[in-house]
């Protein structure tokens, strides 16, 4: 069994600051991939970014970038210069191979102008 | 290119009565899914296929059927509506690999009274 934890339900960033948003999760298994997707109001699930757990390197895309704490099973997104458009519920999720995603219960991310 | 279609976007449905929810894909990808995301759990898978002609159980089944006849198309059936599948659903699919990554549908809100 795993799960996947996201211990903050609401964050607040102003515009062009950063923010971080926690996930951790516990596994037994060795070969896994997490995942952040975004939820905007529209409803619609988007992948944010993508990590495989046999890479050191943290993942990048644009504005956002990963701290991932393999030892710790630790997983956190920090999105820099914060957008309007960044609004949205954040979900942290870990996929085993062969198996579905497990979801955490998602970070509700609010951005002030 | 759609990606992946969900009808209807949205019902309310009396008890008792029987739904199908219909999501088609057109990116000839392997594997799809099938989650529901209710407020405060995130996203909780209910049934899946790797390829068509096979389906698996998720982590809530019950109360559920789904079919893949085709690479296209997977339906979701709930035979009895109940109110507590009143949900958000959504499908989504990957190209089947046990690392891919899982492109989700818009989703479809249903009320059950």
């Known amino acids: 069994a795993q799960t996947v934890t996201q211990s903050q339900p609401e964050m607040s960033v102003q515009e062009a600051e950063t923010v971080t948003l926690s996930c951790t999760y516990d596994t037994s298994e060795s070969d896994y991939y997490l995942f952040w997707y975004k939820q905007p109001p529209s409803r619609q699930m988007i992948l944010v970014i993508r990590q495989e757990a046999y890479k050191q390197q943290n993942a990048t895309e644009n504005r956002f970038s990963v701290n991932f704490q393999k030892a710790a099973k630790s997983f956190s997104l920090k999105i820099s210069d914060s957008q309007l458009g960044d609004a949205a519920m954040y979900f942290c999720a870990c996929l085993l191979a062969g198996y579905a995603l497990n979801f955490g219960k998602g970070t509700s991310l609010l951005v002030t102008p | 290119i759609a990606g992946i279609t969900q009808a209807p976007t949205s019902q309310i449905l009396a008890a008792g009565r029987r739904m199908t929810l219909r999501c088609t894909q057109d990116m000839r990808h392997n594997a799809m899914y099938w989650y529901r995301q209710d407020l405060g759990l995130g996203l909780r898978l209910i049934h899946y296929?790797?390829?068509?002609?096979?389906?698996g159980k998720g982590e809530v089944p019950d109360g559920y059927s789904v079919s893949r006849a085709n690479t296209d198309d997977f339906p979701l059936t709930l035979a009895s509506a109940v109110p507590s599948q009143t949900s958000v659903y959504f499908c989504a699919s990957s190209a089947g690999g046990a690392a891919d990554t899982q492109y989700f549908g818009p989703g479809t809100r249903l009320t059950v009274l």
């Open positions: 296929s790797n390829t068509a002609g096979t389906t």
